[in-house]
């Protein structure tokens, strides 16, 4: 089974990247990490992104990008149209060698309304983008790659600065979080305990829970319950199973617990959620097409 830590990045046959359209959709990820640029462009609807622990909510046309190692999650709040771009830095390096250094800060969350009619222009160049690749004409490669080059260069203008120091402190802290999600991953079925998760990381519990909910965003117990139930949500599109069955079999032994907390992640029951797959994007969640996962 494939599992999921931090995304891989597997690219649209047809282009140097991955670009992703949700139409009507609603997105789920638990916290995670990539070694790419993703940009997350919410047309209409609402999603709720945390990233680097902080919580945002993107509404229309509002565009975030997503930095390498930064660890995000998001949670659909109302049903999506959007779009979900990432970007290995290899397609930029030999035009841009410098990229692996940048850090861009752009999240139109965060702005005035004044602010963001100036950056109209972003979102502008992302609809042409996703235009020109919908129509496929002779050509089109080319069209999407200049489009998605003069998005970054406006980006390099205003909202990048290097970050080399923070970017080292960044790796560390994520390999002795990378052990510990490791472990969960291999094990989300069994009982686990605060206690095993700290041993792991080489920390007191006390001092672990902070460090993770710190750099995840949630509580280490919350993720192994939103592991669980991220699992739970893949096998009821993709099996017949019993609900009652799936939860036991990835480690939810606690069947009303389990309802209330599957319902506060989708806004559903398990039995609605089976019974409207194609408005639900579970990602990544491993099972999914165009998601691979590293482990």
Same mark, same amino acid.
């Given at each position: 089974?494939?599992?999921?830590?931090?995304?891989?990045?597997?690219?649209?046959?047809?282009?140097?990247?991955?670009?992703?359209?949700?139409?009507?959709?609603?997105?789920?990820?638990?916290?995670?990490?990539?070694?790419?640029?993703?940009?997350?462009?919410?047309?209409?609807?609402?999603?709720?992104?945390?990233?680097?622990?902080?919580?945002?909510?993107?509404?229309?046309?509002?565009?975030?990008?997503?930095?390498?190692?930064?660890?995000?999650?998001?949670?659909?709040?109302?049903?999506?149209?959007?779009?979900?771009?990432?970007?290995?830095?290899?397609?930029?390096?030999?035009?841009?060698?410098?990229?692996?250094?940048?850090?861009? /800060?752009?999240?139109? $969350?965060?702005?005035?309304?004044?602010? +963001?009619?100036? %950056?109209?222009? !972003?979102? =502008?160049?992302?609809?042409?983008?996703?235009?020109?690749?919908?129509?496929?004409?002779?050509?089109?490669?080319?069209?999407?790659?200049?489009?998605?080059?003069?998005?970054?260069?406006?980006?390099?203008?205003?909202?990048?600065?290097?970050?080399?120091?923070?970017?080292?402190?960044?790796?560390?802290?994520?390999?002795?979080?990378?052990?510990?999600?490791?472990?969960?991953?291999?094990?989300?079925?069994?009982?686990?305990?605060?206690?095993?998760?700290?041993?792991?990381?080489?920390?007191?519990?006390?001092?672990?829970?902070?460090?993770?909910?710190?750099?995840?965003?949630?509580?280490?117990?919350?993720?192994?319950?939103?592991?669980?139930?991220?699992?739970?949500?893949?096998?009821?599109?993709?099996?017949?199973?019993?609900?009652? /069955?799936?939860?036991? $079999?990835?480690?939810?032994?606690?069947? +009303?617990?389990? %309802?209330?907390? !599957?319902? =506060?992640?989708?806004?559903?029951?398990?039995?609605?959620?089976?019974?409207?797959?194609?408005?639900?994007?579970?990602?990544?969640?491993?099972?999914?097409?165009?998601?691979?996962?590293?482990?």
């Amino acid at each position: 089974m494939q599992e999921y830590q931090h995304e891989v990045i597997n690219v649209n046959s047809d282009l140097a990247f991955k670009l992703k359209l949700f139409a009507g959709g609603i997105i789920e990820s638990p916290p995670h990490w990539h070694n790419c640029l993703e940009v997350v462009h919410v047309f209409q609807g609402a999603l709720g992104i945390t990233l680097k622990g902080k919580r945002h909510t993107m509404r229309d046309e509002d565009i975030v990008v997503i930095n390498s190692k930064d660890v995000h999650s998001t949670h659909t709040l109302a049903p999506l149209d959007a779009a979900l771009i990432q970007i290995p830095y290899e397609m930029f390096k030999t035009i841009s060698p410098d990229i692996t250094s940048m850090h861009f /800060d752009f999240n139109t $969350t965060a702005m005035t309304t004044s602010r +963001k009619r100036t %950056l109209a222009a !972003f979102a =502008a160049i992302l609809r042409e983008l996703y235009d020109v690749y919908r129509a496929k004409d002779a050509g089109f490669g080319l069209k999407v790659v200049s489009l998605l080059c003069d998005f970054f260069h406006r980006l390099y203008g205003n909202h990048a600065n290097r970050h080399i120091t923070a970017k080292h402190r960044t790796e560390k802290y994520l390999e002795r979080l990378e052990s510990v999600t490791a472990f969960v991953l291999d094990h989300y079925r069994e009982p686990i305990s605060i206690r095993q998760m700290s041993t792991i990381a080489f920390l007191n519990p006390e001092y672990f829970s902070r460090f993770f909910k710190k750099y995840m965003g949630m509580p280490p117990m919350e993720y192994l319950a939103l592991i669980r139930i991220q699992h739970v949500a893949a096998g009821l599109l993709n099996t017949d199973a019993k609900v009652a /069955d799936l939860a036991a $079999t990835h480690g939810c032994h606690d069947y +009303k617990l389990f %309802l209330r907390k !599957f319902r =506060a992640v989708f806004g559903c029951t398990p039995r609605q959620y089976r019974q409207a797959p194609s408005l639900r994007e579970v990602w990544p969640s491993g099972v999914r097409e165009g998601v691979h996962i590293l482990r």
